[in-house]
């Protein structure tokens, strides 16, 4: 499988989200200290305290993404190894943050790290259950898992975009999508779902299967992977 990925975006965005990280602290200790030493500056403090809140969720979001190893482009290319020369899979260089190529067709992949349980209820996704601690854990580390359907939705509508008006074409192949679980902790319940979802030690099997299709032709595969360069 070739793999192509934007080192650079992935460096800067990781040390962006580490000096956020450490302006989280500063300003949160700067609240601390307001708080118990300079009463008379309430006001100052629960500003400080607030906007520092804020900062270490923003750090922990760029983290997750960015900087904390394994990455999830780094987990997707572990859960696609093995996968044969005709796959390429594109980190961070298209309009999808990541798009997969190859016989089995054209994938845009999002992976979460969530753990707990995620159903489709109600025409959307939910993170369920864990009492207090996934209560916890949603205010103090773990993302929600926000709207995936309006994400994926977006982005395959921009990789069409591109496609067509890289190759001038109208009749592409179908662009589909996963929802990858990249937490062994995780339950997943897609009755109804539009989306596919898994965890990502299934992805692979999943796309060998897929591959036996012939979703695309070999000469498709070596269109669009020029289009994508």
């Known amino acids: 499988m070739n793999i192509i990925k934007n080192e650079k975006k992935i460096k800067r965005n990781g040390l962006i989200g580490q000096w956020i990280s450490i302006a989280a602290l500063i300003i949160l200790g700067t609240g601390m200290y307001l708080t118990f030493s300079k009463p008379e500056f309430f006001t100052y403090s629960l500003l400080a305290l607030v906007t520092g809140f804020t900062f270490t969720q923003i750090g922990m979001y760029m983290g997750n993404r960015w900087g904390r190893s394994p990455r999830p482009d780094e987990q997707l290319d572990a859960g696609l190894k093995g996968l044969t020369s005709e796959f390429s899979i594109y980190h961070y260089t298209t309009p999808a943050s990541h798009l997969l190529v190859g016989p089995a067709g054209i994938w845009v992949l999002l992976p979460y790290r969530q753990s707990g349980k995620v159903a489709y209820i109600k025409s959307r996704w939910k993170l369920m259950g864990g009492g207090f601690l996934q209560s916890y854990m949603s205010i103090f580390g773990q993302e929600g898992i926000g709207r995936p359907e309006f994400e994926m939705a977006s982005e395959i509508s921009a990789v069409e975009k591109l496609l067509k008006k890289k190759l001038n074409q109208t009749d ?13 902790k995780i339950e997943i319940e897609s009755n109804g779902a539009p989306e596919t979802a898994m965890q990502i030690n299934k992805l692979k099997g999943f796309i060998r299967q897929k591959a036996k299709e012939k979703t695309l032709s070999s ?7 020029e289009a994508l360069k």
């Open 172 to 184: 592409l192949p179908a662009i589909q999508g996963a929802l990858i679980f990249t937490n062994d």
């Open 219 to 225: 000469f498709k595969i070596i269109e669009i992977t």
